[in-house]
């Protein structure tokens, strides 16, 4: 059987046997500088908001007159939407075509950005960053699912290099994103950092017009007749539903709420029923349940992100509340984070293996968290700056590796919403920690917080690293 699906031959599309895919596009367009630019610009989107918000809080509860606990809401609400949207838009995908949903999601960043940018309430600023979650969600499973079809096109798998470009696409803007919050809030105020995505998303709309291909004609039934949509509307709510209340156990961890794991248990219950009693379901349970690697891989990314986003967020509000550095400082302050960040995404883009790259990470984590468990009000500045750069080599290490390891181990007509759940467990990782920081700093950062962050980290950085040096799959090279 063809690694492309049943009865579809490389080189040719599901429209029909013997249809050659080179019919659609022209010979030379592959995976050109064109196609995947629109795609690239798309998807940085989405890292870029998590992390540009970091230096921004401070700002925001300040303008408000709001703390720590209330401003982290606006970290959880772009997760949760995240975290939902990712997986149900990588299925419209796979279902509807990439490029309508990819065009579709920039559009609706475009309303985000206008709504943040004139937001006259706190309220309002979480329906934009709500917005914006499920806008930024569409590029990735989108991109993913658009490489899937050119690689049917050629007949020929999508070439590492091109994944490494989207990774690094995604890894250098979150990255990136503190230093760029920080000079946006320096120069423009807070409100820059939502109006930014204004530009950006219409810049990738105009790109995708122009050079991201039509999607091709979808699966036709063995009668012939038009394609029936597999969207299996239930099972999509039922996901969103048991994950949202998973989301709001996780929200507040100072207060936990308990009572909502039996809600949970019953919902994904009925969830894994339906799954596993429907045609084509949202997503593939029996799959998963066979597909040890993927699942591993998807735990590891969450663990992983949980740590790095401790950072991200935790971090930046102890540098700016406690040492009293402004956004701008701070931004400054962690870009030796991002440096290495983007450096270490190129390395590990370079290597055939996971497991080395993916151990030097969790080391790193284990070293960097142990480093925030020293840090004080006097620390010296060389110190702050090596507690970054310790987080800056995992995440772009992480980064590259994980995607690597979910398009070996995911089916490739299912790529979209596989891509989808991998940055649903990210996202599951980064509300945990925006709870977690809640949780350590209540009104205000403060050296015990971070101390008390710090040693939940240590913890969890030594369990990653026992899972990944005793996962098998991870010997296989890509």
């Known amino acids: 059987m063809s690694p492309y699906g049943p009865d579809t031959a490389p080189g040719a599309t599901a429209t029909g046997p013997g249809q050659d895919v080179r019919r659609l596009a022209p010979p030379d367009a592959g995976f050109s500088a064109r196609l995947t630019a629109p795609l690239l610009m798309g998807s940085l989107l989405n890292p870029l908001n998590t992390t540009m918000i970091s230096t921004a809080l401070v700002a925001i509860g300040h303008s408000f007159g709001i703390g720590a606990a209330d401003t982290a809401w606006l970290i959880s609400v772009l997760y949760l939407a995240s975290a939902v949207a990712q997986p149900v838009l990588g299925k419209l995908a796979d ?24 937001a006259p309430d706190f309220g309002t600023l979480i329906v934009s960053r709500l ?21 049917l096109r050629l007949g020929r798998p999508t070439p590492r290099p091109v994944f490494a470009r989207l990774s690094f696409a995604a890894l250098g803007s979150a990255a990136v994103g503190p230093a760029l919050g920080g000079l946006l809030v320096t120069v423009v105020g807070w409100r820059g950092i939502f109006a930014v995505n204004v530009p950006l998303a219409l810049l990738a709309l105009g790109a995708a017009l122009l050079w991201v291909p039509a999607d091709p004609p979808r699966a036709r039934a063995g009668d012939g007749s038009a394609p029936k949509l597999s969207l299996d509307p239930l099972g999509t709510g039922l996901f969103t539903a048991a994950l949202t209340v998973l989301v709001f156990l996780l929200l507040d961890l100072a207060h936990p709420r308990w009572w909502l794991l039996a809600p949970f248990a019953v919902l994904t219950a009925v969830f894994v029923r339906r799954q596993l009693r429907t045609p084509q379901p949202f997503i593939d349970v029996r799959m998963l349940a066979g597909n040890g690697a993927l699942l591993r891989t998807y735990v590891r990314h969450g663990l992983s992100y949980l740590l790095i986003y401790c950072v991200m967020y935790g971090y930046t509000q102890w540098l ?30 370079r290597t055939k293996g996971l497991r080395a790259p993916l151990t030097i990470a969790c080391l790193l984590l284990t070293v960097g968290a142990a480093v925030l468990l020293l840090l004080s009000g006097d620390t010296p500045l060389a110190v702050l700056l090596l507690a970054g750069a310790c987080f800056g080599a995992p995440q772009g290490l992480i980064g590259t590796s994980n995607q690597a390891a979910v398009q070996a181990h995911a089916p490739p007509e299912s790529i979209g919403a596989a891509a989808g759940l991998q940055r649903t467990a990210q996202y599951i990782g980064a509300i945990t920690a925006s709870s977690l920081i809640a949780l350590a700093y209540a009104d205000a950062a403060t050296d015990a917080g971070l101390h008390l962050m710090a040693g939940v980290a240590v913890v969890l950085a030594v369990l990653l690293t026992v899972l990944t040096l005793t996962d098998r799959a991870l010997r296989t090279r890509t």
Not at 131 to 151: F, I, K, N, Q
Request: net charge neutral.
């Open 95 to 118: 279902t509807l075509g990439p490029r309508r949903v990819f065009l579709a999601g920039l559009v609706v960043v475009v309303a985000s950005g206008v709504v943040g940018a004139l």
């Open 131 to 151: 917005l914006l979650g499920v806008g930024t969600s569409a590029a990735y499973p989108a991109a993913m699912a658009v490489l899937r079809d050119e690689s």
């Open 320 to 349: 700016e509340e406690v040492r009293g550095f402004s956004s701008g400082h701070t931004g400054l302050l962690m870009l030796p984070m991002s440096v290495t960040a983007l450096v270490c995404s190129l390395l590990a883009a």
